[in-house]
């Protein structure tokens, strides 16, 4: 047995970009993409400023985050200890890249899947030392075997003042560094220039991270300038907020049709037995559409069913689907059969599987563990309350083209769900868990998606909540009442994708190398 890693000598290294000119031609990584890069930092001012180097590249974590969330197993633990990939499984979901706390992992443009540092497995299977290591021309990239006991770098690691990026991610990485700066293993601890970098493209939100002034105001927190880095964007966007709208309203409005038959309205069969599991399936469709549209190979989208790695979430959240278009589609069946009684039984499972696909995002959330945002455990309730709100918001726009059982309660519905997300996000910035958290917060809040987020607000509650109130208090049931309830429901719904948005950005604004 063998667990191969790196030891970077970050004392050694000269940043000559031998290593990272060496993997490109190796693995013909193409430009804008890098599987290792140097990345440059400078600290002090003149005349004791200091330039320093830190390799950047892929951890090969013992407890590798990108394995587990990978739907189909393209990325895999090899008999080395290697993280490998296998492009011809890989459907481009992005998973993996929200996964890793390190950024290792890219988009290659050509091929449309995810890739990272290999360690040059098709060199170790045949003896050879890793391209990078080959080149370096002051040997600062070592690799140790840590099943080795008398491995010479093994024992250097040992007893020599090393460090590892991020360790309060339990991911046990198996790349050290020797001689490092903090601040060069700590993105959040630098910030880019205004006047940008030297020989690179800037990283726009790192570039933007608060400074100290010459008066000491500012973040005590950054302590250095990044001067080369490579550059990440987004990738998760608007596609995802839209399926996390779209499928809170299919689980939503069968949620809210459970919650008719409990109150006594089975036998309403258009309200209740037909129409909801109609805009079930139709929002059910629409996110199936934004998911498969999201990923960078949607001609794979079946892998998630056929080369299924039940560990991940993205998996998970494909049979929940499907079991809860299944349902609709009995509940459907029922409804057009007038089957009050069978109703009855089918809404408890219906109600379940509503709730879990409007909620299994936020255990997929979970696994994204380089988005510290991300990890909120109000998540779940936050996902659960919005999923009311949809579906009290379907049924008020369908009020005004039907009769609506149990009128008032949708309106309660509406108000109470929007008052409960209202409720947990404010609480949630409250938190100030991590630094990655609090950066995230404030651009969220304040910062690039302060828009987004503020207009979320303003339109997905505090413009429900006012418009259900004077409803409820007017206690017009007419045409005025409906027309404003469902004005309101419109409203949540826009600033629930809103909202939505400015979440997602928001937690991959903080740079992770």
Same mark, same amino acid.
């Given at each position: 047995?063998?667990?191969?890693?790196?030891?970077?000598?970050?004392?050694?290294?000269?940043?000559?970009?031998?290593?990272? $000119?060496?993997?490109?031609?190796?693995?013909?990584?193409?430009?804008?993409?890098?599987?290792?890069?140097?990345?440059?930092?400078?600290?002090?001012?003149?005349?004791?400023?200091?330039?320093?180097?830190?390799?950047?590249?892929?951890?090969?974590?013992?407890?590798?985050?990108?394995?587990?969330?990978?739907?189909?197993?393209?990325?895999?633990?090899?008999?080395?200890?290697?993280?490998?990939?296998?492009?011809?499984?890989?459907?481009?979901?992005?998973?993996?890249?929200?996964?890793?706390?390190?950024?290792?992992?890219?988009?290659?443009?050509?091929?449309?899947?995810?890739?990272?540092?290999?360690?040059?497995?098709?060199?170790?299977?045949?003896?050879?030392?890793?391209?990078?290591?080959?080149?370096?021309?002051?040997?600062?990239?070592?690799?140790?075997?840590?099943?080795?006991?008398?491995?010479?770098? #093994?024992?250097?690691?040992?007893?020599?003042? *090393?460090?590892?990026?991020? /360790?309060?991610?339990?991911?046990?990485?198996?790349?050290?560094?020797?001689?490092?700066?903090?601040?060069?293993?700590? /993105?959040?601890?630098?910030?880019?220039?205004?006047?940008?970098?030297?020989?690179?493209?800037?990283?726009?939100?790192?570039?933007?991270?608060?400074?100290?002034?010459?008066?000491?105001? #500012?973040?005590?927190?950054?302590?250095?300038?990044?001067?080369?880095?490579?550059?990440?964007?987004?990738?998760?966007?608007?596609?995802?907020?839209?399926?996390?709208?779209?499928?809170?309203?299919?689980?939503?409005?069968?949620?809210?049709?459970?919650?008719?038959?409990?109150?006594?309205?089975?036998?309403?069969?258009?309200?209740?037995?037909?129409?909801?599991?109609?805009?079930?399936?139709?929002?059910?469709?629409?996110?199936?559409?934004?998911?498969?549209?999201?990923?960078?190979?949607?001609?794979?989208?079946?892998?998630?069913?056929?080369?299924?790695?039940?560990?991940?979430?993205?998996?998970?959240?494909?049979?929940?689907?499907?079991?809860?278009?299944?349902?609709?589609?009995?509940?459907?069946?029922?409804?057009?059969?007038?089957?009050?009684?069978?109703?009855?039984?089918?809404?408890?499972?219906?109600?379940?599987?509503?709730?879990?696909?409007?909620?299994?995002?936020?255990?997929?959330?979970?696994?994204?563990? #380089?988005?510290?945002?991300?990890?909120?455990?109000?998540?779940?309730?936050?996902?659960?309350?919005?999923?009311?709100?949809?579906?009290?918001?379907?049924?008020?726009?369908?009020?005004?083209?039907?009769?609506?059982?149990?009128?008032?309660?949708?309106?309660?519905?509406?108000?109470?769900?929007? $008052?409960?997300?209202?409720?947990?996000?404010?609480?949630?910035?409250?938190?100030?868990?991590?630094?990655?958290?609090?950066?995230?917060?404030?651009?969220?809040?304040?910062?690039?998606?302060?828009?987004?987020?503020?207009? #979320?607000?303003?339109?997905?509650?505090?413009?429900?909540?006012?418009?259900?109130?004077?409803?409820?208090?007017?206690?017009?049931?007419?045409?005025?009442?409906?027309?404003?309830?469902? *004005?309101?429901?419109?409203?949540?719904?826009?600033?629930?994708?809103?909202?939505?948005?400015?979440?997602?950005?928001?937690?991959?604004?903080?740079?992770?190398?």
């Amino acid at each position: 047995m063998t667990r191969l890693g790196f030891l970077l000598d970050s004392d050694s290294c000269i940043g000559c970009h031998a290593c990272t $000119i060496a993997c490109k031609s190796e693995h013909d990584v193409p430009l804008g993409v890098n599987r290792t890069w140097v990345k440059y930092i400078e600290t002090g001012s003149f005349p004791n400023a200091s330039r320093k180097f830190s390799v950047m590249r892929c951890n090969q974590c013992e407890d590798a985050p990108c394995m587990t969330i990978c739907p189909t197993n393209a990325l895999f633990r090899a008999d080395n200890g290697v993280v490998d990939f296998q492009d011809d499984d890989c459907i481009g979901c992005k998973s993996c890249m929200n996964a890793c706390p390190y950024d290792a992992l890219y988009i290659n443009p050509e091929t449309n899947t995810a890739q990272k540092c290999n360690f040059c497995n098709h060199r170790i299977e045949v003896d050879l030392a890793p391209s990078c290591v080959v080149v370096c021309p002051t040997e600062a990239i070592k690799v140790v075997d840590f099943d080795d006991p008398d491995d010479p770098i #093994g024992k250097l690691i040992g007893r020599e003042d *090393v460090a590892v990026r991020t /360790p309060e991610q339990n991911t046990k990485p198996k790349v050290y560094y020797k001689g490092a700066d903090q601040a060069s293993l700590d /993105p959040t601890r630098t910030k880019i220039a205004a006047d940008g970098m030297i020989w690179a493209d800037t990283t726009k939100h790192h570039r933007r991270l608060p400074l100290l002034d010459e008066h000491g105001h #500012g973040d005590p927190g950054v302590v250095a300038r990044t001067t080369y880095t490579t550059s990440h964007k987004t990738t998760w966007d608007r596609m995802v907020s839209g399926y996390l709208v779209t499928k809170a309203i299919a689980g939503g409005v069968m949620l809210m049709a459970a919650l008719m038959i409990v109150l006594g309205h089975a036998d309403e069969q258009a309200a209740v037995g037909v129409v909801p599991p109609m805009i079930a399936g139709v929002f059910l469709a629409i996110t199936g559409a934004l998911l498969v549209g999201d990923l960078k190979q949607p001609k794979r989208f079946h892998y998630l069913l056929t080369k299924s790695n039940f560990d991940s979430w993205l998996v998970k959240g494909a049979y929940v689907l499907s079991a809860f278009a299944a349902l609709s589609a009995v509940w459907f069946v029922l409804g057009v059969a007038d089957a009050d009684d069978a109703l009855k039984f089918a809404a408890i499972p219906t109600a379940i599987f509503g709730a879990a696909t409007a909620g299994y995002t936020a255990f997929l959330f979970a696994q994204c563990e #380089g988005r510290d945002l991300w990890q909120t455990p109000l998540l779940l309730p936050l996902l659960l309350a919005r999923s009311v709100v949809a579906g009290a918001a379907a049924y008020a726009v369908l009020d005004v083209v039907m009769d609506v059982p149990s009128q008032r309660a949708v309106w309660w519905a509406l108000l109470g769900g929007v $008052i409960a997300v209202g409720f947990l996000t404010w609480v949630e910035l409250q938190s100030r868990g991590s630094r990655h958290v609090e950066l995230a917060i404030a651009s969220m809040t304040t910062g690039d998606h302060a828009a987004w987020f503020n207009w #979320g607000l303003s339109l997905g509650v505090l413009a429900p909540v006012g418009l259900a109130t004077v409803a409820l208090v007017a206690d017009d049931t007419g045409g005025v009442g409906v027309a404003t309830v469902a *004005v309101a429901g419109v409203f949540a719904l826009i600033g629930m994708w809103l909202s939505e948005t400015a979440f997602v950005r928001a937690g991959q604004s903080v740079p992770l190398s």
